[in-house]
């Protein structure tokens, strides 16, 4: 069996205000009903495979747990405290398999990649099995379909006689142009995807040769480890020691310098595949209309061409524009040149200078027992209010709290409310309501079988979210 390693870090800025740090690309829907996570682990349900293993940030381990577990695919997550790259978290994931004296085959991959002809993946991958099986260290590199600058490339070497593999060369950074035009023309190299495969012991005897200070770090961060329903704490401090750097320039470029070695394969992968990695790129796999525009959501257009227009809450309107991006979200808009799709990240950086809520957060904000967005908020003689809807899934409970420096007003839109308010615990049913004056412990839950709206007033001197004690939580947040 193969055990999938799903790669689920990262912030994707490129694909901002979509895409940010408390909600990146990976729990997006992009071309598609499931998200890219979801869609990542659908394609491995005709393959021989175990559940996943999922590696990705504390903040994300709510979002990924339930998107996994809608899909039916929920398997254990490991959270890293920090990101520290590709290498150390697959040494914690190799680890961790080979712990119970297991050591399957790993197969590692990105959480945000869009792979169209999923039996072309299946293929290859079922083929590369009794490679791994061997102890070949394999990577899957994509057939190059035009230049392409914003991806490293592996530059082949002489074919396998046993396989369809082919023999790692080296591995080349991100080319310019004139460079990148030159690999695609003499086809002697691929569009690296950060894709690998590998049985778990030879990932790590690997990594102690030429990374030994990485495998210190993440061998004493496993050896401490907790469990949290679904999810896997290592210790924290051991991992903060460990050094940041890549699976590629960790492993796989020097065991690919060692005289005579033939241990990294590299698998030719055609398979309608991108990385997401600009707006361009969604463009790219999308369906286009009669005028080569991609329209999601509510978009009338006029004498426009070549355009991607994503509308998430309002009409958003164009005319005459071509070869442009425009993203409207609920509080950001971004427009865009698509041809400088790269340059989105330089925005982000300004937010995050200027201390915006914006670079990191939506103004839907999801949570483990559901979500809620801010809809108003305002201030007058120092005193402060903000509207929110909350959405409580069925069966689920916020935490028992107080607030010292807000008092909170819920009306109940739709289902049923289970509240408890200082020391009376009652039920409330659609258009009644409740006060909960400041300092008073509370709880809000969902008893019944339909989501749960409501809307919160708030009003006080300190509106912040960090103005929360918690006494009880079923989540294990402090």
């Known amino acids: 069996m193969i055990k999938p390693v799903i790669l689920a870090g990262g912030s994707g800025t490129r694909l901002w205000p ?7 690309k990976q729990f997006l829907k992009i071309n598609s009903e499931y998200t890219l996570i979801q869609d990542t682990v659908n394609r491995l349900s005709n393959l021989p495979c175990e559940l996943p293993l999922t590696i990705c940030n504390e903040d994300h381990r709510f979002i990924a747990a339930e998107q996994l577990r809608a899909i039916d695919r929920l398997g254990p997550i490991l959270l890293e405290p920090v990101g520290k790259n590709t290498a150390p978290a697959i040494a914690l994931a190799a ?6 004296d297991e ?33 070949k260290l394999i990577t899957f590199g994509i057939v190059p379909t035009h230049a392409e600058t914003g991806y490293g490339y592996i530059k082949k070497g002489d074919k396998r006689s046993d396989s369809q593999g082919i023999n790692v060369d080296s591995f080349v950074e991100k080319p310019n142009q004139a460079t990148a035009e030159q690999y695609l023309n003499c086809g002697e190299y691929l569009w690296n995807s950060g894709m690998f495969m590998f049985k778990a012991s030879r990932y790590i005897e690997e990594l102690k040769k030429y990374r030994a200070d990485i495998y210190k770090s993440c061998y004493r961060a496993m050896a401490a480890t907790s469990t949290d ?17 890549s699976i590629d320039y960790a492993v796989m470029e020097p065991l690919c310098k060692s005289q005579g070695s033939d241990s990294v394969v590299v698998m030719p992968l055609a398979a309608n595949w991108s990385d997401i990695g600009s707006f361009s790129a969604i463009w790219d796999v999308s369906d286009k209309d009669q005028n080569n525009n991609v329209h999601t959501g509510d978009v009338l257009s006029h004498h426009s061409t070549n355009n991607l227009i994503m509308a998430e809450n309002m009409l958003v309107t164009t005319v005459g524009i071509e070869n442009t991006v425009v993203i409207q979200t609920k509080d950001a808009v971004l427009v865009a040149s698509k041809g400088q799709g790269q340059d989105v ?39 402060h209010h903000k509207v929110k809807r909350i959405m409580v899934n069925p069966g689920e409970k916020l935490s028992m709290q107080i607030h010292k420096h807000r008092a909170e007003h819920w009306v109940v839109v739709s289902g049923s409310a289970k509240v408890t308010n ?29 989501l749960l709206e409501i809307i919160e007033v708030q009003t006080g001197s300190y509106l912040g979210e960090d103005d929360i004690v918690r006494f009880e939580d079923r989540y294990g947040r402090t």
Do not use: M
């Not at 979509?18 to 990146?24: D, G, I, V």
């Not at 679904?230 to 750097?245: L, T, W, Y």
């Not at 809520?357 to 305002?378: C, K």
């Not at 409330?428 to 079988?449: C, D, F």
């Open 18 to 24: 979509l895409s940010r740090t408390l909600y990146p």
């Open 345 to 383: 990240k330089a925005i982000v950086n300004q937010l995050s200078k200027l201390n915006r809520s914006e670079a990191e957060i939506h103004r839907q904000v999801y949570r483990p027992w559901g979500s809620f967005d801010d809809l108003d908020q305002g201030s007058s003689s120092g005193n």
């Open 95 to 100: 680890l961790s398999c080979i712990s119970n």
């Open 229 to 245: 329903l679904d999810f896997i704490r290592i210790d924290a401090e051991e991992f903060g020691k460990c050094p940041s750097d």
């Open 422 to 450: 200082g020391d009376d615990t009652f039920l409330l049913i659609e258009n009644q309501s409740t006060y909960i004056p400041a300092g008073v412990k509370h709880s809000l839950e969902n008893p019944g079988q339909e």
């Open 103 to 135: 050591d399957p085959i790993l197969l590692v991959l990105s959480a945000d990649h869009v792979i169209e002809n999923v039996a072309e993946f299946e293929r290859v991958v079922n083929n590369s099995v009794a490679l791994a099986q061997e102890g």
